[in-house]
């Protein structure tokens, strides 16, 4: 079965800096692979996924993740962090079922606090 | 456009009551999902619609829940009788069918609404 861990409950990181949230997969087969943010009380926003092709995949709000499939590992990252993205982190992989249909696996989600 | 529309946003209940959520996807999109998140978790899928077929049903316990999306469009959970276990955040989400076959849908992207925060007293 399809599986992601988020190893670290909680980051945290300095306005300005650049930020890491890390993400790792076991998959059976191609590795389907997206980023969620949620803030509170709100659902999730998409952020970016990974399909095929290049391994860093450029998202929203200046997001941006890289697969590596020797570590099995789909980090997300960002240049430089702000307050404004202090929310919870979720990393999921598509797992598929019969008939070809597609459930998302989520991680346990990683906190981001931006300090100023 | 108009995102996943979801009510109630908040909902107290005492044990063994009946609860239902309501959930509109976005327009066009054929698969609807039911999530349920516990605190300190990620989502966990409950049930999957194409159009108005529940094809992935494996997770949603089956004696007091139950969902319908009866003209494939919008859809209602229900839980009855709630248990004070069945506290948490309902998520609706929904995607567009992509072509392809499975390599084309495992491309998809799911789409989620606000949520309804369920407490069970």
């Known amino acids: 079965a399809q599986s992601v861990a988020q190893p670290e409950d909680q980051v945290n990181v300095a306005e300005g800096n650049p930020l890491t949230v890390k993400c790792t997969y076991s998959?059976?087969?191609?590795?389907?692979l997206f980023w969620y943010v949620q803030y509170p009380n709100r659902g999730l926003q998409f952020l970016l996924k990974?399909?095929?092709?290049?391994?860093l995949v450029k998202g929203s709000y200046g997001f941006e993740a890289e697969f590596n499939k020797s570590q099995t590992s789909f980090h997300l990252k960002k240049p430089s962090a702000l307050v404004s993205d202090s929310a919870l982190y979720f990393c999921a992989v598509r797992e598929p079922t019969s008939g070809g249909y597609n459930k998302l696996i989520f991680g346990a989600g990683t906190r981001l606090a931006v300090h100023p | 456009e108009a995102g996943v529309v979801q009510s109630p946003r908040y909902k107290i209940i005492e044990k063994k009551q009946p609860v239902a959520f309501w959930c509109n996807p976005i327009?066009?999109?054929?698969?609807l999902y039911w999530y349920r998140q516990n605190l300190g978790q990620g989502p966990e899928l409950l049930i999957r619609y194409e159009n108005e077929e529940a094809v992935d049903d494996s997770q949603l316990p089956k004696d007091r829940f139950s969902a319908e999306r009866l003209k494939g469009v919008d859809s209602t959970l229900k839980i009855q009788p709630a248990e004070l276990g069945d506290s948490a955040v309902y998520l609706c989400?929904?995607?567009?069918?992509?072509?392809?076959?499975?390599?084309?849908?495992?491309?998809?992207?799911?789409?989620f609404g606000p949520g309804t925060r369920l407490l069970v007293l």
């Open positions: 998959v059976s087969g191609n590795p389907y």
């Open positions: 990974y399909i095929t092709g290049d391994n």
């Open positions: 989400a929904s995607s567009k069918r992509s072509p392809g076959g499975a390599s084309g849908r495992a491309g998809e992207t799911q789409y």
């Open positions: 327009s066009g999109h054929n698969t």
